[in-house]
């Protein structure tokens, strides 16, 4: 029986996620090592607002998603959902509370059953949920979600391939938000689409999220898209949460050098910010064997001695602005302040 909590405000809290993959040798082989997707990734998201994960390609925002709707198990951590602990549940129960949760994907070109019309895609988790009493009243609810995602009624009995992307992602937010569920996980929901119809269907989840008070877990690795519509911001790093602040805290006030580095080759925000842009050097190291101490020491340009040793923790810098980096431990010596950046780990 898992433990409940009551804090009105936050409909989602997620509490040292671990999540790590066994890497087998052969089909029975044991466990040869573990790809590191999440390790003690822990945030809050409030009724009714945008909590944002970004970073690069592999970072773990993904798994973090997949986590949350419970698609993936997580190794270890907790999951509340409206005060209900969720990774306590199974079967029915499960079922019962998932109900309260749905996922946009990346790509509408894929995740649209090419044999179903417009209308079975939208009414398909009604259908599941059996909330009507009469097929009129089904095909109603039906049509009030078209309507609120901008799709003509006349397209109600076409299918997917009819359609251009942009309406193809429609399609799918209008499945995702039939039912008005508590938390809408979007997952790289316009990375997929061109930049001109990308404005679009973020009018559209903000337009939906005020007249229908979703709150959104929304999952990308683009920092423009994301300070336009998030209010909370996690920034992710080889399965880490290196820096988690209000969006206008962490554009305005960026921490951590992995995030200083990511806002730094944005055009329209870096112009806003530095002359001296700090380029990423190297490459993500692999899940499967992170380096020692801090996840980013190997690319980090101003790794300490003490980056190769320890974890960081987790600083609250400023209220509500979180950092996982040694920077901001006033308990370290001289020893281990020592600036080792560029030297081989
Ligand atoms: Fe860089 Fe060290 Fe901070 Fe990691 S802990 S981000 S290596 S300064």
Not at 123 to 140: H, N
Not at 185 to 205: F, G, R, T, W, Y
Not at 230 to 248: F, I, K, N, R
Request: proline content about 5%; aromatic content about 6%; overall charge negative.
């Amino acid at each position: 029986m898992g433990k409940n909590i009551d804090e009105k405000d936050v409909v989602l809290k997620v509490e040292h996620l671990v999540k790590r993959y066994p890497v087998k040798k052969g089909v029975f082989g044991r466990a040869k090592s573990y790809v590191h997707a999440l390790e003690d990734v822990s945030f809050e998201l409030r009724r009714g607002e945008t909590f944002a994960i970004v970073g690069e390609s592999g970072c773990g925002k993904s798994t973090t998603g997949k986590c949350v709707l419970r698609l993936t198990e997580p190794t270890s951590g907790t999951v509340y959902l409206d005060g209900e602990e969720l990774t306590a549940l199974s079967g029915a129960e499960l079922t019962r509370a998932r109900q309260k949760m749905k996922l946009i994907f990346q790509d509408p070109y894929s995740s649209l059953n090419p044999r179903m019309t417009v209308a079975d895609i939208i009414a398909e988790p009604i259908d599941i949920a059996g909330t009507y009493k009469t097929r009129e009243e089904r095909d109603a609810r039906v049509e009030r979600v078209m309507e609120a995602v901008g799709l003509d009624l006349s397209y109600k009995y076409r299918y997917p391939h009819e359609f251009s992307g942009g309406q193809r992602q429609r399609i799918g937010i209008a499945r995702a938000i039939a039912l008005v569920p508590e938390v809408v996980v979007c997952d790289e929901p316009v990375s997929a689409l061109d930049v001109s119809v990308q404005a679009k269907v973020i009018n559209l989840l903000e337009r939906l999220q005020d007249e229908l008070g979703l709150s959104y877990v929304f999952i990308s690795h683009d920092l423009s898209v994301v300070k336009h519509i998030a209010d909370t911001v996690m920034v992710m790093y080889l399965g880490h949460a290196m820096e988690l602040a209000s969006a206008d805290e962490l554009f305005s006030n960026p921490l951590h050098p992995y995030t200083q580095a990511l806002l730094d080759v944005i055009p329209r925000i870096a112009d806003e910010r530095i002359q001296d842009k700090r380029i990423l050097q190297g490459d993500v190291p692999s899940p499967t064997n992170p380096p020692s101490g801090c996840a980013f020491s190997t690319r980090c340009p101003k790794c300490m001695a003490v980056c190769r040793e320890r974890v960081p923790e987790k600083f609250e810098v400023e209220p509500g602005h979180a950092c996982r980096c040694h920077l901001f431990d006033e308990s370290l010596s001289e020893a281990e302040r020592q600036f080792v950046a560029g030297k081989e780990a």
